[in-house]
Every structure is written in structure tokens, then in C-alpha cells.
């Protein structure tokens, strides 16, 4: 996972609870994933974060009798007075500027002081959808609850793992227990209403299983399939470190490597292996091998 997204996390773990966290409450509570299973390796990450929450000036809250971790809501909203009038103005601007949808126009950041660099009349330049099944994505993922919906027609039961704004939409991944794999969903392609099971209901997954789909060539309506693409030397190190080694079918004596990648967005895709002009070829399926030819042939 992330370093920022592991921060957030954290935070917001440690914001919305009620009572002290210990160490091991902490992970027990975040997204499968989010720490390591190796004891040591988790303690020295956490101690870490614990570092970094504090030097970005995040009261983070040590309890003595419960040995348990939170942070104090309050002193986080006084603390909010440090902000420079230059930091103040950024936030507004931001939030004028990328807004989620149907929130209207009150601008969250007025209640830590106005900005004379900024105006409440700023119009978008986007706005990000929302969606009825959204929420219930949401809380599906942070309580560990396995979810039942339809999806094109057909009934899906989904151990869900993270939520994900990509490409001006949202979407639920995770194990899908129908097809026994990794499958993201289109929320606002769910039919009907997001079935919502038990807290702690899900089931553990391995950690092959745990490699989401975070490239964006893994999101989209086509229909999911598998492209092979010849590497070379040259690239082949940095290719393998950002897909990941399970990505490798091949290596080859001269360095090249073949690597197979699973692809619901061709044309994504096809982007993605453009940046790598002659340094790659495409092998299989044959029908997106002659489409990269044609579209490469189309900028002579």
C-alpha cells in the first residue's frame, strides 16, 4: 500500500475512535494489507509513521493505562490556526476549484478563516461525481463486510478492499468470490441497492491476492483479457519493479523478459507501451498486436 495512503489511514483510524487503540487494535482495524504480517517489520513501520504524524504536527496521543494510540480531535481543529495566509488561500482555491458533487457552495475552509486571495464565486474546473452505492462501498471497505449486488445482470458477492476515483469514476475492488479473483466494478454500473454482510465478515486473503488493480488500463467495460509484450533489456528492470515480478512469464538469456498483463482498457494500455517506443512489442492477442501496427502506422 501507499505511504500517503497508509497515513490516511492511520488518521483516520485514530480520529474516529472512541477510545485509546493499542498497536496491534491498529492494524486489526486498517485494511488488510496495510501493515505487514511480520511482526518486526510492522513495529518499525508504525513507529515510523508515529514520527511522521507527529513532525506534520498531527496530535497523536499516547494513553499510559490502555498502552493505546489516538488523536485528539479537538487540539487537530486549534492547531488549524497555523496556517499561513498563502496556505489558507491554497486550500480555498482548491477546494473551489475540485469539488464534490452536490455539496453546493460552502467552502469547508471559511471556518478556519477567510482568504482575501480567493472568491466565493470560483468556479469549478470539475467536480466529482457521487453515487447511492458509493457510501455503502465506502463503509463496506472500512468495516470489512462482505457485499451482494448485481452487476450486468448477474449476482456477485464481493470481499471488498479499496474504493477508487479513476478517470472521473468510481470504483469497488476486490476479491470477487464469484469469479475467485481480483475484479473492480463501475459504482455507478450497480444495479439496485449494495448488500451490506456482517462487520469482520470477510476473509483473508494471501498476499498475491492482495495486489489490487492500480494501474489504469485495469479499469473500464471491456471485457477482461490478458495482453503478453515482449520487453527489452533495456527497459525490462524498471518494467518488472512497476508491474511486479507475477507479471513476468518469461526472461530471456539476452535480458528481455514477457511479461502478460491482465487489461479491461486497451486503449489505456496501448498508451502505456507507446512510452516505450520500439522497446516493446506486442505479442498477444493477436487482434490488439495488428491494432497497435494500425496505430502506430496512423502517426507516419
Known amino acids: 500500500m501507499p505511504k500517503l495512503e497508509r497515513l490516511l489511514n492511520l488518521i483516520a483510524a485514530l480520529t474516529e475512535t472512541s477510545r485509546p487503540i493499542t498497536r496491534d487494535g491498529i492494524k486489526e482495524k486498517l485494511p488488510e494489507g496495510t501493515y505487514s504480517d511480520n511482526k518486526e517489520s510492522f513495529r518499525r ?68 478563516g477567510p482568504s482575501s486571495k480567493t472568491s466565493k464565486d470560483i ?35 464481493l470481499n471488498p478492499r479499496r474504493v477508487v476515483f479513476n478517470r472521473g469514476r468510481w470504483y469497488l475492488v476486490g476479491y470477487d468470490l464469484n469469479k475467485n479473483a481480483i475484479r473492480n466494478f463501475r459504482v455507478d454500473r450497480i444495479e439496485g441497492k449494495v448488500e451490506l454482510g456482517e462487520i469482520n465478515s470477510i476473509d483473508s486473503l494471501n498476499q498475491e491476492d492482495l495486489q489490487l488493480n492500480v494501474f489504469p488500463w485495469r479499469y473500464g467495460e471491456e471485457a477482461n483479457f490478458k495482453v503478453t509484450m515482449h520487453v527489452e533489456a533495456l527497459h525490462a528492470p524498471w518494467i518488472v519493479n512497476y508491474l511486479g515480478e507475477n507479471s513476468v512469464k518469461v526472461i530471456n538469456t539476452d535480458g528481455s523478459v514477457v511479461i502478460e498483463e491482465e487489461v479491461n482498457d486497451w486503449k489505456s494500455f496501448r498508451s502505456f507501451a507507446l512510452t516505450f517506443l520500439d522497446g516493446v512489442k506486442i505479442l498477444a492477442p493477436k487482434k490488439n498486436k495488428e491494432d497497435m501496427q494500425a496505430w502506430l502506422r496512423s502517426f507516419l
Open 123 to 157: 468556479q469549478p474546473l470539475t467536480e466529482i461525481p457521487l453515487d447511492p452505492s458509493l457510501n455503502t462501498a465506502l463503509t463496506a471497505t472500512a468495516e470489512k463486510r462482505i457485499v451482494t449486488f448485481t452487476y450486468k445482470g448477474e449476482k456477485r458477492e
Open 45 to 112: 513501520t508504525f513507529e515510523r509513521d508515529k514520527d511522521e504524524l507527529k513532525d506534520m504536527g498531527i496530535p497523536l496521543v499516547f494513553d499510559e493505562a490502555t498502552q493505546g494510540y489516538f488523536i485528539e480531535s479537538n487540539e487537530l481543529k486549534e492547531n488549524s490556526s497555523y496556517l499561513e495566509p498563502d496556505e489558507l488561500a491554497a486550500l480555498h482555491i482548491a477546494f473551489n476549484l475540485v469539488r464534490i458533487e452536490s455539496t453546493g457552495q460552502e467552502d469547508p475552509f471559511w471556518k478556519l
